[in-house]
């Protein structure tokens, strides 16, 4: 019994491995070869380059060296989801982003987008699909497929054609080459300090052996050679449009009916607010008042998105359904412009911080989203449309928001504020930002004569110890550092 079951997946395994079909560009030995070289490399800058806190130079080559397989197969026409190249702007804004901004935002969650970006573009690229949000959503891999897919690319790479000897010669010059470079590397090396330094600088190879590189050297490897070999091999066609059933409306009509019911008893109460000022219960005071609700109306204005998603999914064009909805949007939407209202004023008196900024700039992206939903409902548009124009609306957003000096912005906005009475400046918050307030903050120390710089943690002579070497580098860290220190 348990004989035939290892024959069930030999076979099985056999039958996979008959469906996968490399992508074509594999044949060509040279790409196929330039793939593997790449591989290496990036398997070998993870694991033995330094790379630690702020994206530095080999952060950046790396991410340069995911893209090059894409980029090449997208340009020559060689992918089935045309969206793909449209993306590569905003992926090259995103790397200048990591490059010159310090903010925490920067780096730490966009490098995540940014590699969690690439991977769905790598699995979505061979997908025919029928519009951009597809691209979006990866279609499953079945058990097995990456292996064979691996497997077919050795395969293909090491068979032996008698005419196609060129590559045989370049791995004997390389066999012949290597060694006599790095004895003479290691002759130079030894020769002269400054070109010790100057190789060191750019390359700090940590050579220590640590007990996980037992796994993560083959981990790294593999990795990337299912990202470059098995995404790119297997075209899945997505472009049928299925049929979508119809909503019980006594359900539907229920749910959204109660719900605009309360949130019409809740803008009621708020338009005083909205249109003048505010009606402060006893004992409120104003700061604490317009702290009160943007954080929750905001997750009301998403939870409502995705309620509205939801229900267009299945909209038939139902004239009750499409009432219910359009007050349920428009309702929605006055609490947001609550919400702003009730930010700017806390704002007013309290400063700016990085995260008020972007719960300000998130509100704007909901409202503008939820009257595009409305645009949509009434021109009775589809629903693909919709997902389309909700996708490039958020990339576009997010950034432009991770082109923003945002801490720039906060310590130009707390400065002025309270230029004229400076006691009141919170320092404690202006030291938590980066460098890039550092501009800002030294413009200010000419213009009032003031040492707003010293509230600020970072400027500290042994910060240059991140502009010593190439691993480390950030271009915008050192620049700032260099151009303004004192």
């Known amino acids: 019994m348990q004989e035939k079951t290892i024959k069930e997946q030999l076979n099985e395994a056999k039958e996979i491995k008959a469906k996968v079909r490399l992508h074509p560009i594999f044949q060509v030995k040279s790409f196929a070869w330039f793939v593997l070289i790449l591989t290496v490399l990036l398997m070998f800058i993870e694991n033995f380059l330094k790379m630690d806190e702020l994206v530095g130079g080999w952060h950046i080559i790396s991410y340069i060296l995911m893209l090059i397989p894409l980029a090449y197969l997208a340009f020559s026409n060689k992918l089935e989801n045309n969206y793909v190249k449209w993306f590569f702007p905003l992926l090259a804004i995103m790397i200048i982003d990591m490059f010159y901004y310090s903010n925490d935002m920067v780096q730490y969650v966009l490098p995540i987008v940014f590699f969690l970006l690439v991977l769905v573009l790598y699995f979505t690229s061979m997908n025919k699909v029928h519009s951009l949000y597809q691209t979006f959503l990866p279609s499953p891999f079945k058990s097995g497929i990456g292996v064979s897919a691996i497997g077919q690319f050795f395969d293909n790479l090491f068979v032996r054609k008698e005419e196609n000897d060129i590559y045989k010669r370049i791995g004997l010059a390389l066999l012949i080459t290597l060694p006599f470079l790095g004895v003479f590397m290691a002759l130079l090396f030894s020769s002269d300090e400054s070109f010790a330094n100057f190789l060191t600088g750019i390359i700090d190879i940590d050579f220590n052996f640590d007990i996980t590189y037992i796994w993560t050297v083959p981990w790294y490897f593999f990795f990337y050679l299912f990202l470059f070999v098995a995404t790119l091999s297997g075209t899945k066609n997505r472009t049928y449009v299925g049929e979508t059933k119809f909503f019980d409306m006594l359900i539907v009509g229920i749910f959204l009916g109660m719900i605009n019911i309360l949130f019409l008893m809740f803008v009621a109460m708020q338009l005083a607010f909205l249109f003048g ?210």
Not at 377 to 392: A, M, S, W
Not at 465 to 481: A, M, P, Q, R, V
């Open 277 to 486: 000022e505010p009606n402060l219960p006893t004992g409120t005071t104003l700061a604490t008042f317009a702290r009160e609700g943007f954080f929750q109306l905001m997750m009301v204005m998403g939870l409502v998105l995705l309620i509205f998603i939801f229900i267009m999914r299945r909209y038939k064009n139902e004239k009750v359904l499409m009432f219910l909805l359009a007050g349920l949007l428009l309702q929605t939407i006055m609490m947001g412009l609550v919400s702003l209202k009730k930010m700017y004023l806390y704002q007013s008196i309290k400063g700016a911080t990085v995260l008020r900024y972007y719960v300000e700039w998130f509100d704007y992206f909901l409202i503008v989203v939820l009257l595009i939903g409305l645009v949509f409902l009434v021109r009775k548009l589809t629903f693909r449309k919709l997902l389309d124009v909700i996708v490039i609306l958020g990339l576009v957003s997010f950034t432009l928001v991770v082109s923003l000096n945002v801490d720039g912005m906060v310590a130009s906005h707390n400065i002025e504020k309270f230029k004229d009475s400076p006691e009141k400046l919170d320092k404690r918050a202006i030291s938590y930002l980066s460098i890039d307030a550092l501009p800002v903050v030294k413009k200010y120390n000419l213009e009032l004569g003031r040492t707003y710089i010293r509230t600020l943690t970072w400027v500290e002579s042994d910060a240059r110890k991140y502009c010593n070497d190439f691993s480390t580098y950030h271009y915008g860290y050192c620049s700032k550092l260099k151009k303004y220190e004192e």
